[in-house]
């Protein structure tokens, strides 16, 4: 694996792609954390409302409910523009329609950052990606490369990174923001407590980095322009 780089610092604004509510907060939610403290500028963009996403529960009750949960996660980490396209959860494919719509929002945007979700099959020997993951990554890596002038950098949330921006003194809001999904996470999990479950979940996405923090957050760039 080839030396791991800091994380650009040359930026003040990231357009944060992703398939589902809680997306962001089991991946980037420290790094976003610092980013905001930083000054700059952080937007999400979701292809879905995560409607189909609690078990026992309707998808035009689910829907809003998430995407509350998603608007109150995101604010604890500071970030306040939160859109959502519709979608279908669970059904998301690397479409046309899917890839204008990134296409039209990096324009509407005009980041300096593209992050978004693994495109990879596993994460790591028996645990597969998710196919909306791979989809959607998949779609924003053709809408980036579809622009005349896209973004400086396109990068994946997951194994193996190529850059990762050190997040030590960030980790207890990226908990916050996750347990922000309480109906969600006290539905997939009711033995054990939100703020527990994700707790386990940022310290299992913010590994040490030998040469760097205590926690961080790993990114591999897939495009820089």
């Known amino acids: 694996m080839m030396d791991v780089q800091p994380f650009p610092s040359d930026w003040q604004t990231a357009l944060v792609l992703v398939a ?23 937007k999400y963009a979701l292809a879905s409302r995560g409607e189909v996403g ?4 309707p998808p035009e009750q689910a829907g809003p409910l998430r995407e509350g949960e998603q608007r109150r996660s995101a604010a604890i980490v500071g970030v306040d523009d939160v859109s959502f396209w519709d979608f279908p959860d669970s059904d998301i494919r690397d479409t046309p329609e899917l890839r204008a719509k990134i296409a039209e929002t990096i324009v509407a945007v005009r980041p300096d950052v593209v992050v978004t979700l693994y495109s ?86 913010t590994p040490a980095l030998s040469g760097f923090g205590e926690r961080t957050v790993g990114f591999i760039l897939k495009r820089h322009h």
């Open 20 to 42: 589902h509510p809680d997306d962001p907060e089991y991946g980037v939610g420290a790094a976003v954390a610092k980013w905001t403290d930083a000054g700059k500028t952080v």
């Open 120 to 205: 990879g099959p596993s994460w790591a020997p028996g645990a597969p990606n998710q196919r909306d993951h791979i989809e959607f990554a998949h779609a924003v890596a053709a809408a980036y490369d579809s622009l005349p002038d896209p973004p400086a950098w396109l990068f994946e949330n997951g194994p193996d990174p190529t850059h990762c921006e050190v997040v030590d003194g960030y980790t207890d809001l990226a908990v916050s923001s996750l347990a922000a999904h309480k109906v969600y996470l006290s539905v997939l999990d009711p033995q054990t407590s939100v703020v527990e479950q994700a707790r386990k979940q940022v310290e299992m996405s």
């Open 54 to 57: 609690i078990a026992g529960m």
